[in-house]
């Protein structure tokens, strides 16, 4: 039972104190009555609001998920990068994850299996290849051959058969994609059942070529097939240009096409040090410097030396880059319709190591989005007029879930508060609610605060602002196969 909570649900537009009663997984009753029940939560003061679903969230380890609770992610799911093999990152998660779970297929992935024969382990991040990959360029700077194209185009098939959340094309990091290649392999999404297609956009520039012109070639992508599509961090790849690009997805809808645009509330994005999109030039595209990137196992500003060194000796390592005018991330996080996606990456430590579950929280480096993404939300909803907690709340829950809901059974009975609705909740002091994490070494991953309670499939995973360990309700989240594979 969750009592005498402000209970917000961005679908009916319910904002009132009322019970919650859970059973069995889902949510049974949300009434004014008097309800009894085995185990209480006290939600007096708080708001009590569907679990935030991040479609975004790269951090795909034990550590990134912990962080990710206390910020009230209860479905932590990428589908930019995506996984391949799909079967290997679904079964390593499956009764071991402490939030639900899924990901779209790997387009770049399976590139980088068939043009140079690396196995991504599942989950390219996390999975213990990216180094290597980052080391063999074919995949990332030529076009397919023909035969090279079939044999994607069987292993993008083979895992969304496998349940795959659509078709991830993060192309800005292998810009020697032919655009036919991503055309074929997306007409794949059409045979099942019109799967989403989601992009981090082909360029990251103010100049020719844009962001902007990378969002049209997607955007053409899915008009000609009709798919839905997720543009992830539109502002980042936009910069100057994203209310541009934003007047360019509301046009897009208003004539019947499904395009979400996704932001994180920061001015700095992160990445891999041997991004496309930090190669000669850079300067000119994104008007940074070599002292804008930071290099993630120091935390430590670049200068020309270390950046082309590390670019040469660990193009996978992690980087942090500030190149997003403010003006331009509070347009896209405020601007109707649009989503959060955390773009979480994975924390490590000053080694480059990934993180054990009981790692302190100041042990970690990395960019303090994986940390303090909604929170920082939830909090700019209380400080700024242009952003209604509602209005924030159906950002980081119900519009996520909407997007997917016509392909993803599951969608249909989360991001929302209603009796038959599965019990993901988020408990929060709308009042105290704030994200914690920062840009100094020690303070990148500290936890979000005022998220007393975490519930996933009615289980309290976060009490009393602490994650309960060794307690595993998430649940994999996949499409419904429509089509199988020849």
Known sequence: MILN????????????????????GKIETITQQVIQGDEVIDASGHVVAPGFIDLHCHGQDPY????????????????????????????EREDKWQANYGASVAHVSTRIMVMNGINSNGHLLTGGRLGEAGRSPNWSMKHS???????????????????AIGIGFPVGYYTGVGGPEIFEVAKLAVKYGGMPITTH???????????????????????????PL????????????????????????????????EAYPYTRGSSIIGARYLDSGFQQRTGMDYSDITWVKTMQPENQASFEMHRQDEP?????????????????????????????????????????????????????????????????????????????????????????????????????????????????????????????????SLPSTGIPFVVVNGTVVVKNARVQKDTFPGQAIRNAVRYQPN
């Open 5 to 24: 909570g402000r209970v917000m649900d961005p679908e009916s537009g319910l904002d009132a104190v009322r019970n919650v009663g859970v059973r069995d």
């Open 64 to 91: 990134s998920i912990r962080i990710s609770l206390r910020d009230g992610v209860t479905s932590a799911l990428d589908l930019e990068g995506g996984a391949w093999p799909v079967d290997q990152y679904y079964a």
């Open 145 to 163: 051959t023909p035969q090279q194209l079939k044999q994607i185009i069987r292993l993008v098939d083979e895992g969304l058969a496998q349940g």
């Open 201 to 227: 956009v082909r360029y990251l520039s103010v100049i020719n070529p844009t962001g902007y012109l990378g969002i049209e070639e997607m955007l053409a992508v899915a008009t000609a097939l009709d798919l």
């Open 230 to 261: 997720l543009v992830h961090h539109l502002h980042s790849n936009a910069m100057a240009l994203t209310p541009d690009a934003l007047a360019l997805v509301d046009a897009a809808n208003a004539v019947g096409n499904k395009v979400l645009a």
């Open 316 to 444: 996978g390592g992690l980087m942090i880059m500030n190149h997003i005018p403010e003006q331009d991330m509070l347009a896209a996080i405020t601007h109707p319709g649009s989503i959060i996606g955390s773009d979480g990456m994975p924390f490590i430590d000053s080694e480059g190591n990934m993180l054990d579950w009981n790692t302190p929280f100041e042990q970690a480096n990395g960019h303090p989005r994986g940390a303090g993404t909604h929170a920082k939300v939830l909090r700019m909803a209380r400080e700024r007029e242009d952003l209604t907690l509602m209005g924030a709340i159906a950002k980081m829950s119900y519009l996520p879930a909407r997007f997917l809901e016509d392909v993803v059974p599951d969608m249909k009975v989360r991001g929302r508060l209603r009796p038959g609705a599965i019990a993901d909740i988020t408990i929060f002091d709308p009042v105290t609610v704030t994200d914690k994490a920062g840009w100094d070494k020690g303070a990148n």
